[in-house]
């Protein structure tokens, strides 16, 4: 029953994990944190042969669950979780600090964290009807085109 739980975690993991690999480039723009494609694929094709496969899937997956699994139990608890996603997010800070920061002094000022952003454009491009303004409609299509829509379970 164990390896079955394993094997499904692992199912769980390596799927987030293609979920992120094919969403990764799509905002880039806006998330100059994340890795690009050609990263996230070079992490995952772990032989070099220029294609993922599914063993190399499974394995990226279970080494993220044994990195999470801080006490070897075979088991996630939400503390663990809680600890991976942390740290997590401040590689990503780092991250996001370091490509951002053009005075490098360790901040990161409005108009740096705005950077290539034209607030104008991003508005026109959510204002589809040209009115003006943004209705609940066309919030609630950009937030779904985003990937905020509703998920499972809600």
Do not use: W, Y
């Amino acid at each position: 029953m164990l390896s079955k739980d394993i094997l499904s975690t692992t199912t769980l993991i390596v799927a987030i994990g293609l979920a992120g690999l094919a969403h990764a480039n799509e905002n880039k723009g806006d998330r100059p944190d994340r890795p690009d494609r050609a990263e996230v694929f070079q992490t995952l094709d772990a032989d070099g042969n220029g294609e993922i496969s599914q063993e190399e899937l499974v394995a990226r997956g279970a080494d993220r669950f044994n990195q999470a699994d801080t006490n070897g139990d075979g088991q996630l608890s939400a503390e663990e979780i809680t600890a991976s996603r942390q740290k997590q997010s401040e590689r990503r800070t780092t991250r996001m600090i370091e490509r951002l920061d053009t005075d490098k002094d360790g901040q990161l000022s409005q108009s740096e964290v705005q950077g290539r952003r034209d607030p104008a454009k991003m508005f026109a491009k959510l204002d589809t009807d040209e009115s003006g303004g943004i209705s609940q409609e066309e919030f609630e299509k950009a937030r779904h085109h985003r990937g905020h829509g509703k998920r499972r379970g809600e």
